[in-house]
């Protein structure tokens, strides 16, 4: 039951509660495509108890918000399933690299000490050794990868197969800004694809503020 006379008045508080009860669901779905990526039984079950981990951090957040009655972002809700499964997806493309930089801190070593291989060759043409040498190498390949990321996301968002002309237009207008990430979601969120405009918030649709 939620205690009437304790409510967040605080905005910036309660998006950032939303924010995080939202992130935590996209860095699970991270850990079940690392998990699925693996072969190591022994990783996998490891893995595996990392991903219920956030589930739990997840469930706790919620109880936070119901008892100050602060209902979750269906903005961030949305948002966050569709990275979290692209995060997941890229797993088996990338491995390891992906999930672990952006929903866990960075290992050098596995638990039992063997030190990890951060080594290999993207694409099977830009060899790198080390994140530093990883992130060079997918930067060679922005294009490329804004492409496919653009695809997954409207995949996801408009929920059928795509033509070319689905994200030409998306792609071409990140150019100028190096194919941020936060400018490929912006532009899929602003664009005037019918079938984006009749699913997007009304805050973020063409002419609104």
């Known amino acids: 039951m939620v ?7 605080h905005l910036k508080l309660v998006k950032l509660l939303q924010l995080a009860y939202s992130a935590e669901k996209a860095a699970a779905f991270a850990y079940i495509g690392h998990a699925g990526s693996v072969k190591n039984p022994d990783e996998k079950v490891a893995i595996k108890k990392i991903e219920m981990d956030e589930w739990e951090h997840r469930e706790t957040v919620l109880s936070i918000m119901r008892q100050y009655a602060i209902p979750p972002s269906r903005y961030n809700e949305i948002k966050y399933h569709i990275i979290g499964r692209i995060i997941s997806a890229s797993c088996y493309v990338i491995v390891w690299f992906m999930p672990y930089y952006i929903t866990g801190r960075w290992r050098d070593k596995y638990e039992n000490g063997k030190a990890v291989d951060a080594s290999g060759t993207l694409l099977r043409k830009h060899p790198f050794n080390g994140v530093v040498g990883f992130k060079a190498s997918l930067v060679k390949e922005n294009p490329r990868f804004a492409r496919a990321f653009t695809a997954h996301l409207l995949r996801f968002v408009l929920a059928r197969e795509l033509v070319p002309a689905d994200s030409i237009t998306i792609v071409s207008k990140t150019a100028k800004d190096d194919f941020k990430l936060r400018s ?4 899929v969120a602003f664009n005037n694809h019918p079938e984006l405009r009749s699913i997007a918030p009304t805050s973020l649709q063409p002419g609104r503020k």
Do not use: A
């Open 3 to 9: 205690n009437e006379s304790v409510k967040i008045e």
């Open 184 to 187: 490929l979601i912006r532009e």
